[in-house]
């Protein structure tokens, strides 16, 4: 596989699969009140926009299907449920008849043919999708509150630098712009770079920027969730997801915890 910027394929799986690369496996407290979410307010009130931090955290999983449509490829879904109380995950991809588990510490796969690494893939579309309430994990530091506008896009959105203190999962040089609506309060973008080690070429230490814009949002179980968001490359569409099948209460199997035999572990380096 080609190590330069220049081959699309692969730096379309570092953009698609961005939210990976910023996996923090340290799950979020249980116990929360309004009064101790962290960040500048326009942060509280994405929160609250959103459906809040306890109803979120009081799902026992989370559970979604994605489908990535990228021009002159056939769609790519996977299928995904975390545990929120460790951050938990398996991932099955039906097309590919693949399927790889993240138990916290380690991430192992099975007929797996992605050129990623499941441990970077582990936690990717979780995070990806759930944002909002993510910016309330420990380890996180959000930025004080400035202004960016969109891709074609006239307006004029508060933006927020969403980083990450030493030691905060795999990859803590990640960054995440995010981009809130000023009057609905709900997040409407976010840039974002990839700092995962495997995944980049010699002497790089980020992927470019890149900027994904939620299309459209839907409310199941009183959160309000993104069910279409399409990536940008500069001004132009890169690709497109559906996210679909959203559950807050699907029991996680806890037997995909346990590595079966034939499995692969995953030695990459984050």
Same mark, same amino acid.
């Given at each position: 596989?080609?190590?330069r910027?220049?081959?699309?394929?692969?730096l379309?799986?570092?953009?698609?699969?961005a939210?990976g690369c910023?996996?923090?496996?340290?799950a979020?407290?249980?116990?929360?009140?309004?009064?101790?979410?962290q960040?500048?307010q326009?942060?509280?009130?994405?929160?609250?926009?959103?459906?809040?931090i306890?109803?979120?955290?009081?799902?026992?999983?989370?559970?979604?299907?994605d489908?990535?449509?990228?021009?002159?490829?056939?769609?790519?879904?996977?299928r995904?449920v975390?545990e929120?109380?460790?951050?938990?995950a398996?991932?099955?991809?039906?097309?590919?008849?693949?399927?790889?588990s993240?138990d916290g510490?380690?991430?192992?796969?099975?007929?797996?043919?992605?050129?990623?690494?499941?441990?970077?893939?582990a936690?990717?579309?979780?995070?990806?999708v759930?944002l909002?309430?993510?910016?309330?994990?420990p380890?996180?530091?959000l930025?004080?509150?400035? #202004?960016?506008?969109?891709?074609?896009?006239p307006? /004029?959105?508060? $933006? =927020?630098m969403?980083t990450?203190? %030493?030691g905060?999962?795999?990859?803590p040089?990640?960054y995440?712009?995010l981009?809130?609506?000023p009057?609905?309060?709900?997040?409407?973008?976010?840039a974002?770079?990839?700092?995962?080690?495997a995944?980049?070429?010699?002497g790089?230490t980020s #992927?470019?920027e890149h900027?994904v814009?939620?299309? /459209?949002?839907? $409310? =199941?179980s009183g959160?309000?969730? %993104?069910?279409?968001y399409?990536i940008y490359?500069?001004d132009a569409?890169?690709?497109?997801?559906?996210?679909r099948?959203?559950?807050?209460?699907?029991?996680?199997d806890e037997?995909r915890?346990?590595?079966?035999q034939?499995?692969?572990?995953?030695t990459?380096?984050p």
């Amino acid at each position: 596989m080609s190590r330069r910027w220049s081959d699309r394929g692969i730096l379309f799986l570092c953009i698609m699969f961005a939210t990976g690369c910023a996996k923090k496996e340290t799950a979020a407290p249980k116990s929360e009140t309004a009064a101790l979410l962290q960040g500048p307010q326009i942060v509280r009130d994405m929160v609250a926009a959103h459906g809040g931090i306890r109803a979120w955290r009081s799902a026992p999983t989370v559970a979604f299907e994605d489908q990535f449509d990228i021009p002159g490829q056939p769609p790519q879904v996977s299928r995904v449920v975390v545990e929120q109380a460790r951050r938990r995950a398996y991932i099955d991809l039906p097309e590919a008849s693949s399927s790889m588990s993240w138990d916290g510490e380690k991430a192992w796969s099975t007929n797996w043919q992605s050129p990623l690494p499941p441990r970077f893939l582990a936690l990717l579309n979780y995070y990806f999708v759930d944002l909002p309430w993510l910016t309330q994990d420990p380890g996180v530091k959000l930025g004080e509150p400035s #202004t960016g506008k969109l891709v074609g896009d006239p307006t /004029e959105y508060t $933006t =927020v630098m969403m980083t990450f203190m %030493p030691g905060t999962g795999d990859t803590p040089d990640d960054y995440y712009r995010l981009y809130i609506d000023p009057t609905s309060k709900q997040l409407k973008g976010c840039a974002y770079v990839v700092t995962y080690k495997a995944l980049l070429p010699e002497g790089v230490t980020s #992927t470019p920027e890149h900027i994904v814009v939620y299309d /459209e949002m839907a $409310t =199941v179980s009183g959160l309000l969730v %993104p069910t279409r968001y399409t990536i940008y490359e500069g001004d132009a569409v890169y690709a497109k997801c559906t996210i679909r099948n959203w559950a807050f209460d699907r029991p996680f199997d806890e037997a995909r915890m346990a590595m079966p035999q034939g499995a692969t572990l995953d030695t990459s380096t984050p």
